[in-house]
């Protein structure tokens, strides 16, 4: 009986292929759309990322994430310094500045000012070059993703010089770092030179980043910068976690892939349901002659179970392929570095892909159930 539900099914090829497009179109919609969410959200989570060494970071009460702070005073370096269990602290900045470029072109840009003696505060890879040029006067370090946006595809930034507050910045290197949500062009450079290249205030370190000592959690060094300095402290997941909340909770983002996911859904719905309820009304004759030489509801539900999972399989391969396809596609453009796809995400549309099979199939089996043996012979 299975063997000739699937001839049924596929006896009718232009059905057969409008279910398989129908469930591999709204797999593709609700993967991609999700893989995108996903990896958009968690690049608010990459200055923190970036920043490997860094295991507490401490700021103003009042800061919320890498881009959203204020600036802390000079003391509070010395008084991190001095809470038992915290290994060592280094300052760390963060600011927006505006930079001219050779070209005349005037770009935004986020300034990173670093540790002088460790440079505590690079990412931890280089795509091009070493850490080691930031003792060379002026020397900047320019995020791969940036550079591209600065300079153009296949256009080298080593050497350029740039102009930033009056003040001559050359890059020298390339760091291979995750994006931030903005894609913004990212310089590093020490901090001493940080502080000439941002307007001056009488507060520019944004924070502090805190090494644990042996035998210790962050989270209880953490606690202890709190209780003695008063200032915020957060371990880096829970800062990076920090990040990605707040583009949840301040941008329209998670409303815009939302609205997409649900129309994904009620696309599949309404395609799917359509071509299977033309099926069953063309082969309603088919199971009424089943019906006719004894063959169960209970029956025929397995018969349709099986063709519409035989439907579902195939459609969401397609889709989940079409998705790799897609990522694989763009994977040399700067504004996909690091995209991949979650393993919840493929669980999420198989879980969609069977509920729009079980909402169709029950619509299309009323029929068929109410169809009467005796009918095939009239």
């Given at each position: 009986m299975l063997w000739i539900a699937i001839r049924m099914l596929t006896g009718d090829k232009q059905k057969f292929y409008g279910l398989v497009f129908g469930i591999a179109f709204s797999t593709l919609l609700i993967t991609q759309q999700l893989t995108i969410f996903v990896n958009l959200i968690e690049r608010g989570a990459s200055g923190a990322y970036n920043v490997g060494e860094a295991e507490v970071w401490v700021m103003d009460p009042v800061s919320r994430t890498t881009d959203v702070a204020y600036a802390l005073p000079p003391t509070a370096l010395d008084a991190v310094r001095g809470v038992p269990g915290v290994d060592w602290a280094v300052p760390h900045l963060r600011s927006s500045a505006s930079v001219r470029t050779r070209d005349g072109d005037l770009e935004g840009v986020?300034?990173?000012?670093?540790?002088?003696?460790?440079?505590?505060?690079?990412?931890?890879r280089m795509a091009e070059g070493s850490i080691d040029v930031l003792s060379q006067p002026d020397s900047v370090i320019i995020d791969d993703v940036?550079?591209?946006?600065?300079?153009?595809?296949?256009?080298?930034?080593?050497?350029?010089?740039l102009e930033l507050n009056d003040q001559r910045a050359v890059v020298r290197a390339i760091a291979d770092a995750t994006p931030s949500f903005t894609s913004q062009v990212t310089l590093y450079t020490k901090y001493s030179q940080a502080l000439n290249y941002v307007p001056g205030t009488?507060?520019?370190?944004?924070?502090?980043?805190?090494g644990v000592a042996d035998g210790l959690t962050a989270e209880e060094v953490a606690d202890r910068i709190e209780s003695q300095t008063g200032l915020k402290a957060e371990t880096r997941d829970e800062f990076?976690?920090?990040?990605?909340?707040?583009?949840?909770?301040?941008?329209?983002?998670?409303?815009n892939f939302g609205i997409t996911v649900v129309l994904g859904f009620v696309v599949g719905v309404a395609i799917v349901g359509l071509t299977f309820s033309l099926f069953i009304r063309d082969n309603i004759k088919q199971f009424g002659a089943l019906k006719a030489i004894g063959v169960t509801n209970g029956r025929i539900l397995r018969m349709v179970t099986v063709q519409a999972a035989l439907v579902g399989l195939i459609g969401y391969g397609l889709g989940v392929l079409g998705t790799v396809a897609f990522l694989w596609g763009f994977s040399g453009s700067p504004f996909f570095k690091g995209f991949y796809i979650p393993w919840q995400i493929p669980l999420v549309s198989l879980v969609a892909v069977i509920l729009i099979l079980a909402i169709t199939g029950v619509l299309a089996l009323r029929s068929v159930f109410r169809t009467e043996p005796a009918s095939v012979f009239r």
């Open positions: 986020a300034i990173i000012g670093v540790d002088d003696a460790t440079l505590i505060g690079l990412p931890k940036g550079a591209v946006n600065m300079f153009g595809e296949g256009r080298d930034p080593i050497g350029e010089r009488r507060n520019r370190m944004s924070f502090v980043l805190a990076a976690q920090a990040g990605v909340d707040f583009i949840i909770e301040n941008t329209g983002i998670p409303t």
